[in-house]
T-cell receptor
């Protein structure tokens, strides 16, 4: 079956603009995670969803970052008033349930803020 | 919350030698420990995982060991091959939560 998909694959934007990143999880997966990976760095947890609910938003770096998930499927990560330090690869992952099972990652969205 | 430390950050081995990557965790209630491999420009993929009720798990050339008392777990790769070159991430999941706490990654280079 289809894996996790993300769009766009690349996004170049100007400082101060808003961006939306999209994640389509594997069908039937109830949990969805967002991570940020800066060049050569590790996986920084941002937020996760169980169904449409986000029990843990502790990783969001600032109030410029928000995310939502609708219909227990597609999720959108929105970054308002982008800054150069927001430049990174944003990875989405999904799993059958939240917690102790395999996360399947998408290909990521490479965001560049000029 | 959980804190996962991973060592070394970089590792170079000759083809055919073994590689060992170690992670320590802080929350004694953590019960699931996966390892992910990320090749250059690719997405992370699960290669092996272990749960707290076992001490070792093997899958061909890779194995993971868990020491609950010392709160550390290790990835062992034997007979390394150039295609093993990648960044490896460990993670721990506390019994009381659903978030993966990832280590900072180990960049493994296998020299032909």
């Amino acid at each position: 079956g289809a894996g996790v998909s993300q769009s766009p694959s690349n996004k170049v934007t100007e400082k101060g603009k808003d961006v939306e990143l999209r994640c389509d999880p594997i069908s039937g997966h109830t949990a969805l995670y967002w991570y940020r990976q800066s060049l050569g760095q590790g996986l920084e947890f941002l937020i996760y969803f169980q169904g449409n609910s986000a029990p843990d938003k502790s990783g969001l770096p600032s109030d410029r970052f928000s995310a939502e998930r609708t219909g227990g499927s597609v999720s959108t990560l929105t970054i308002q008033r982008t800054q150069q330090e927001d430049s990174a690869v944003y990875l989405c992952a999904s799993s059958l349930w939240a917690g102790d099972n395999e996360q399947f990652f998408g290909p990521g969205t490479r965001l560049t803020v000029l | 919350g959980e804190n996962v430390e991973q060592h070394p950050s970089t590792l170079s081995v000759q083809e055919g030698d073994s590689a060992v990557i170690k992670c320590t965790y802080s929350d004694s209630a953590s019960n699931y420990f996966p390892w992910y491999k990320q090749e250059l420009g690719k997405r992370p993929q699960l290669i092996i995982d272990i749960r707290s009720n076992v001490g070792e798990k093997k899958d061909q050339r890779i194995a993971v060991t868990l020491n609950k008392t010392a709160k550390h777990f290790s990835l062992h790769i034997t007979e390394t091959q150039p295609e093993d070159s990648a960044v490896y991430f460990c993670a721990a999941i506390p019994d009381t939560g659903n978030q993966f706490y990832f280590g900072t990654g180990t960049s493994l280079t296998v020299i032909p």
